[in-house]
């Protein structure tokens, strides 16, 4: 190991974000334990790095402490998409209070720089349009999100008191929609949905009219963000996120035509506290990180269905690359 690597703990590396972080840190030479219980993480993402001698993979579930000594944390545990996070809402909060309580609570004793993968779902359904990291959200306490929003709200709140009361070196993230490959079958968030429906050839599953809009950041784009967060001199929390926005319905049509233009789109009822609309102000990331992302949606959409396309069996080739 050079000079410069550090000893690098992820938590939640087995997961989408989390995986593809970890091969960057790999990649840099730096020795990395993975922390993860599997929930929505797979063993699969990381079995490139098992024989690796730089490499730990530990099941373990954040709520419960552990002793490690590490320079670095990566606080990425946490099931992200709405259909995993409110399968057990308890324990998402649980999750983001009690496991990033035992993170800080070790970044404080081993003198360890901290980074939380906070989100854009601070902001609630938001009023200010694109929201800057000063819009302070609007967010529904007693709704179906909240276990996820308020949750990342008090984790933020944590990490800036460790930072105020205990000298906690944080880092902190607002991580808008990302996507890419990896991203689970069965994961329930938008770009993987419509990516699998369009590929089995059923109909693409439209919440609402589809008018509500996101802005997608392509995952290679987002860890190199997280890495220039937690490597620079701005503790944030800033926004990171591609601001480049579309309705629902414009994605749809999107990866209907990339993929299978037979494939339907159907309209399904919008869940609770949807928020309308997202798009990140990313000025404080360009000016204090050096950082926006270069991935257009068409290359990051092509990559994230190529690889869907491998996991599936019996599914027609990429319309596209026919
Ligand atoms: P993911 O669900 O793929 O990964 C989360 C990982 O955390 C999984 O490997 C899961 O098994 C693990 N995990 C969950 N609860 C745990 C616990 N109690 N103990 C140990 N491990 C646990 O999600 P992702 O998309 O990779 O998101 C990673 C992080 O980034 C999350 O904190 C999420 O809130 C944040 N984020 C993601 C997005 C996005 O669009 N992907 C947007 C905003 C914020
Ligand atoms: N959505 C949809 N069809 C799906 C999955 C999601 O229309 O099959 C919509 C969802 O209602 C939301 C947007 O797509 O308006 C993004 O949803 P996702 O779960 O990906 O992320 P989040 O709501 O957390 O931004």
Same mark, same amino acid.
């Given at each position: ?148 929003? #308020? ?6 709140? /944590?990490?800036? !008191?460790?930072? &105020?009361?205990?000298?906690? =070196? %944080?880092?902190? *993230? ?87 233009? #037979? ?6 009822? /919008?869940?609770? !506290?949807?928020? &309308?609309?997202?798009?990140? =102000? %990313?000025?404080? *990331? ?37």
């Amino acid at each position: 190991m050079s000079n410069s690597s550090k000893r690098i703990l992820v938590t939640g590396g087995a997961g989408f974000i989390g995986s593809h972080l970890i091969d960057r840190l790999m990649a840099e030479g730096h020795e990395v334990i993975c922390l993860d219980n599997f929930f929505t993480g797979r063993k699969h993402n990381l079995v490139h790095w098992l024989d690796n001698h730089n490499f730990e993979l530990v099941r373990h579930d954040i709520t419960e402490p552990i002793r490690l000594e590490v320079d670095r944390i990566y606080h990425l545990a946490c099931p992200a998409s709405p259909v995993h996070y409110q399968y057990n809402p308890v324990k998402t909060i649980k999750t983001n209070v009690m496991g990033t309580l035992n993170m800080l609570g070790l970044a404080k004793r081993v003198k360890a720089r901290f980074l939380l993968a906070s989100t854009s779902e601070v902001y609630g359904d938001p009023e200010v349009h694109p929201q800057p990291e000063t819009y302070r959200g609007n967010v529904n306490t007693i709704g179906i999100r909240s276990c996820y929003d #308020e949750g990342k709200r008090v984790a933020e709140t /944590l990490a800036f !008191d460790y930072h &105020r009361q205990n000298n906690v =070196d %944080i880092r902190v *993230a607002r991580i808008f929609n990302t996507y890419g490959p990896r991203m689970l079958e069965n994961d329930g968030r938008v770009v993987s949905n419509f990516a699998v429906q369009a590929l089995r050839g059923i109909p693409l599953t439209v919440y609402g009219d589809g008018s509500q809009t996101r802005s997608f950041c392509f995952v290679s784009d987002l860890v190199d963000g997280l890495m220039k967060l937690m490597e620079g001199d701005c503790l944030g929390p800033v926004n990171l996120g591609n601001p480049d926005e579309y309705t629902i319905l414009e994605l749809a049509q999107k990866i209907q035509a990339m993929v299978n233009p #037979e494939a339907a789109i159907q309209f399904k009822p /919008l869940p609770q !506290d949807d928020p &309308r609309r997202r798009q990140p =102000d %990313i000025s404080l *990331a360009k000016a204090r990180l050096g950082w926006s992302p270069t991935v257009p949606l068409a290359e990051g959409l092509k990559r994230t269905v190529e690889d869907f396309q491998q996991r599936i069996e019996g599914v027609s080739p990429l319309v596209a690359a026919s």
